[in-house]
């Protein structure tokens, strides 16, 4: 299957101070990757759908200002918190998908931040 | 807007007992697909449904998906402590080129030796 790498694992900030998560797919080119937010123990909230060389595509009620996404290439996606407070603090993960025109989307590991 | 309606959200069970986690949705997906999730890790897809009325076996888990593809299930025979984890359905909404998933609320299911 395909594999999507997403860095760093798990990352502590400080109130105020930005983030940036990285999400690539290693062996396909993702011409779609999306962003979701989990809180304990609840599934996966989409938070936007990008895709490579344009604007991503927002959730209602997620503040486009505020998490900051990026697809600049075909294997790299980023998501920068910004201004990061407490109650920013989740498991963010990301997925791709584009293998063989296929619609399949492959998951990334997740990243734990935690904002004190 | 697409909901998909997951149930039971939480369940806990002997070792070696049967269960069903079932996904309903008003909407037609053209595919379902169900996950399972360990604690600070991805989702890892267990199955894609895509023909109505069509059952697929993994082992002891065997997957379902409705005649009209609006909703699912997933049945687990015999459940084992390493079953244990977090349950997800998502489909894939009909007129979706992109890939999407929608994501059913979660199964948290534990399963006790």
């Known amino acids: 299957g395909a594999v999507v790498s997403q860095h760093p694992s798990r990352v502590i900030c400080k109130s105020g101070t930005s983030v940036k998560i990285e999400c690539r797919s290693l062996?396909?080119?993702?011409?779609?990757m999306f962003w979701y937010r989990q809180f304990p123990k609840q599934s996966l909230m989409l938070m936007a759908t990008?895709?490579?060389?344009?604007?991503?595509?927002?959730e209602q009620g997620v503040e486009k200002d505020k998490f900051l996404i990026n697809h600049a290439s075909l294997t790299l996606s980023t998501l920068t918190v910004t201004s990061a407070h407490p109650e920013d603090s989740s498991f963010y993960i990301c997925?791709?998908?584009?293998?063989?025109?296929?619609?399949?989307?492959?998951f990334g590991q997740g990243t734990r931040l935690t904002v004190v | 807007t697409q909901l998909l309606e997951q149930s039971p959200q939480f369940l806990s069970i002997q070792e070696g007992e049967n269960l069903t986690v079932y996904c309903n949705s008003s909407?037609?997906?053209?595919?379902l697909q169900w996950y399972r999730q360990e604690p600070g890790e991805g989702p890892v897809l267990l199955v894609t449904?895509?023909?109505?009325?069509e059952v697929k076996k993994l082992k002891r888990l065997t997957f379902q998906f409705g005649d009209a593809r609006k909703d699912s299930s997933l049945h687990i025979t015999a459940a084992q402590p390493g079953d244990t984890g977090l349950y997800l359905c998502?489909?894939?909404?009909?007129?979706?080129?992109?890939?999407?998933?929608?994501f059913g609320q979660g199964t948290t299911l534990q399963v006790k030796p």
């Open positions: 062996d396909f080119q993702a011409t779609t």
């Open positions: 998502a489909g894939l909404w009909s007129s979706s080129n992109t890939g999407k998933l929608i």
């Open positions: 449904v895509v023909t109505g009325g």
């Open positions: 909407s037609v997906f053209s595919s």
């Open positions: 990008s895709n490579e060389g344009s604007k991503a595509t927002y």
């Open positions: 997925s791709a998908s584009g293998v063989r025109g296929s619609t399949e989307a492959f």
